[in-house]
């Protein structure tokens, strides 16, 4: 099964952007889509962005425009780059298969904490 490793958060101004990345275990040329969750406490994770390998993008409308995600087959790593982050884009991010029914059947990373705050 394939693990995930997060890295990339911290705190940022609100306005401010951060790069997030993932790296997967195994290639990940067979998940298709990557994605993108968000969780906050007594929430349920969000799925805020998706990737497919033949590069078609879906953005959660709190996010699109303001958030951008990639990926890199070779490295097995996905990012999230999040530019003009608001205060509620504070929650900890996390990656794995765009579908969240899929995903919840597999293993999840740590995940990154994003903090948005003057």
């Known amino acids: 099964q394939v693990q995930f490793v997060e890295s990339g958060g911290g705190l940022v101004q609100p306005g401010g952007s951060l790069r997030l990345s993932c790296v997967a275990s195994k290639s990940i040329l067979g998940i298709n889509p990557m994605g993108w969750y968000r969780q906050t406490p007594g929430n349920q994770r969000e799925l805020v962005a998706t990737?497919?390998?033949?590069?078609?993008?879906n953005y959660a409308d709190s996010v699109k425009g303001r958030f951008t995600i990639s990926r890199d087959n070779a490295k097995n790593t996905v990012f999230l780059q999040m530019g003009s982050l608001k205060p509620e884009d504070t929650a900890v991010y996390y990656c794995?298969?765009?579908?969240?029914?899929?995903?919840?059947?597999?293993?999840w990373g740590q995940g990154t904490q994003v903090t948005v705050s003057s």
């Open positions: 990737l497919t390998t033949q590069g078609t993008t």
């Open positions: 794995n298969i765009g579908i969240p029914e899929v995903a919840d059947y597999g293993t």
